[in-house]
């Protein structure tokens, strides 16, 4: 679709017209998801309010945040920036809002729960510097309980002219009727007492014109006293719910929400179908959230394993329980969940309570297990050193998701997990290869009254025959007389050092699948003179590499370390992103001669 | 007063002998506090609800926590753990509730927003037991619209039986009518409609019998539609407000309270009077919030110079901005809000949403500067690294409380600043020695187009000449033929560096003013064979020394590091933590001799 012909033509188009562009971009987004991979039922469900969106608004100098990011398809394709069929592969568009792609992109996002925060930043911002254009932030109901978003809700209830929330309900989160923010969105709270009191008014008064009467006063309220409410407290009007699929319902109300926003605030409650336009995605919404290639949905190695694993572990011991902050898919938990419901808890997109409420598990006398995507859990740094290790407290947490990604990219890298774990006091960190070290990972950790972080990647590799407690450096390749020990972290790590080591007879090789703490043992046997270096997908600043530094001070070894460089790694295939970090056989075989 | 002697009585008391009680309590709070500094005004507002709690239920098979956990002293007075006189002391009581200390603590905080959290944790872990007794959580309002709790209260409408949130309104946060939250609380949401509708009614019906039959209809629909429809969405039975100092009010009505609490929970909304019993405390209670000994306020020197600073470049410059997260005392930005209300954000305890407000703000052309202690920056880590670093946003952090804090012991070390920040791409890391360097670091990260970190503890050192700029790293005691070279991060190390330095001819110190980048200039001149011995108020893992480290890995350089141990630091005297953290003369000659 030629971007010329998209914008000059969208501003006037008829409501048929655009439908018809809903359905070429509902094409467009099928084929570049299916080459690429990708985020589908989202983006299949949000391409008519983004269509209304760029028909009623002027981007960019309108501006407008997706939350979470990943349901952006629909409006960079509109926004034209290049080729959208080859979105998530290195070099093209990325799959979430970014700035430096494109002005259109008025925040970058990914993470959950940024959206309101930022608008409300633009709003200031544009406010004092006397400017006029309207900041629209698209937030879906999973997102809208993240405390971020609540905190940007609860601040003030002054809330700025000129911003439009919507609430992008596609009924995943909300329609379980799962929490407290539901209660107060799509019911009258105070239902029960108009229930209670139409009984009584019926009871006294009967069928008589004073019902009648009384019923017109109810009325009345009622239009007053709705739903309204919540979101009144708040500092919005609030105007819903429309059917967000439907054009013809959605145009006319967001041209008023243009108009009622010049006075005050206002979210637009949306109803949306997630996956809409192809019928499996409809179906299995929850399938086709993150699809690869071809539409393949592939539980990771690691998460298939962590679900067997727990599931084999709660049927000997019903302390054990599982945590998931809305991820209970990509986690793997969903198995627990089947097997075991009263022993899971799926806490939404909230990560710090998921780890402050297991903390309160754990000082209760259960032994609960976490988990959450690395990227993620920097969410609950704060939580994991303060209600977790500060207390010493026994939980598990088991980072799926950690090093390289591929095409989420930057935004969901998993490259700082060593970083923020590794100098926090009391915490074990373990990394295993594959599914058998991740259920010996796990039995450990479960074993242990105090706190661990389990950290992996996506898929498995091959893994090594001991146990973990018994070797947590292990010798995967020796010679008898090295001069270089390749120390790898993780299993894509170890077929490069793997890789480098065939061709060396002086190279041994060894898996840390125990990171914290290092194995002294192994330490002091290192033969002072060698060199030693270490392969990680984390940054090397602050490491794994940087850690071992500090054991190695008087030992007369020569360190060096690899892995993610000083900056953030854009998406890409995962091999793309190791070899443009510089961790390829090639280079290392440099490191070893020059240190020779 | 004999522990005994308290616990076998107090349950006897009547409401007579317990009103005595809360006065020797505070005789014993303000004696303590006069000598030993500590929380003064909110430990004086919530002795009579404290009381109330003991002589109602019956800890510690009841488990309360205390949100924030400042304001526990009078229940660490009943539930008899010691000297209470040696309060804050090393080796005495904490000021913070900590379970490592007393079971009565059921569970250690210290930051904000993790009661509700650990006490639906608590519940879950007792339901799943089959085990029966009461948990309370006693939160502030400041830190009700804290994320975490936000989260805890929205994860779920079903809130577990027997679960008691206590909201203590000391109107220090919600009766500035600053929240969205305060809307809720304490008007009926619908006054607006009310009032119009009672105007309608008047205007059409006069003084009619009929007007007063709707009157009564309106009170009615009052009793039903209050601020009891907000948190009864939630999941809780709402009793309030009551007069939180008086116990002939509260006792009853917590006894109600603990009944209901057995089919529902129940949030009960108190009313105190911060700094009660202490004239000057309760007229100035924020003043008497955190109090030095002799009840001494004073302002840190770092925070004044920020105060100072900001208001000098806002004079010349409207697009600064600055926001703190509920501290404008204690950052400094006080001067601020006097000076230019305009150009000042106070979000209230809402760490993350005050870094990717700032974030917005940023990315909508103004030039935020936002001021969080070192320990409270952990709850924005994924904000700072995904909202401000990733976009490369100019946004301003000012971490004061960097380094060792002395008394507040452990939940509020600055010790992992430098941990959390130094991998993250993008972000310039500053540590100024004193007010001059501090408003020269200021002058400088404004003047930069990428993220700046600027850390210091709360006290001002000596100063060196240089601007940061000319020279990162100031050599502030130069020797002709140095073999040592001691680098210090921040005026404490500085001080050590230079003591150790006077008595020794070959030790060179040089202050580093900027963390990263590096000083490579500074870094290519050392001279191979000599030993370089880093200082930092922060742990060693991770920290400045290991990420130095780095950059000597081929520069045959011996690099020792001194900081804070893997371990948490307890309460004591900055003193007494960096001598137990091993950072003293001694044993910096002793590594300078070894070395040689």
Redesign the interface.
Known sequence: MSEELVLKNLKDMDTGELTSLCSSLRGEILSATKSNGGHLSSNLGIVETTVALHKVFSFPEDKIIFDVGHQCYAHKILSGRGDFSAIRTMGGMSGFPD??ESEYD???T??AG?SI??????????D??GEDFAVIAVVGDGAF????N????????KKPKNLIVILNDNGMSISK????????LSKS??KE?YV??KKAIKRIFGNSFITKF?KG?RN??RR??NKD??F????FKYVGVVDGNDLTKLLPILERVKTFAKDKAVLLHVSTVKGKGMTDAENRADEFHGVGKEYKVKTGGFACAVGETLVDIIGKD??V?AITAGMKDGTGLKKVEESFP?NF?D??I?E??AV???????????KPVVAIYST?M??A???L???V???NLPVVFCLDRAGFVGEDG??HQGL?DL??S?????LTVLAPNGKKELKDALFLALSLSSPVLIRYPKDCGEECCDSISEKPFAVVKDVDDYDTTLIAVGPRMKKIALSVAEKDGKIRVVSARRLKPVDSGFISSLKPGTTVITLEEN?????FG??L??FL?DKKI????FGAK???VPHGTVKEQIESSGITAENIEKTVNSAR
Chains 1, 2 share one sequence.
């Open positions: 700035p430096d008025a925040f970058g990914g993470h940024t925060a930022a608008a409300l930043g633009l709003c200031a911002a544009r004092k510097r309980s993240n405390g971020l609540l905190e940007a809700l609860t601040v003030s209830e009727n799962k929490n407290g923010l539901y209660r107060s709270t105070i007492g209670k009191s009384f006063i009345f309220f007053i006293i409410d919540f009144y407290g708040f500092g019903d302390k329980v009263n808890y806490v939404g909230a710090e309570y402050t409420f297991a903390a309160g598990l754990s000082k209760g006398g259960l993620f920097q969410r740094y704060d939580e050193i303060h209600d290790c500060m207390q930057k935004t700082f970083s923020f590794l100098s926090i006091p009391n940054a090397v600043i602050g490491g940087a850690y530094s500090g001070r020569k360190l060096f370390s000083d900056g953030f």
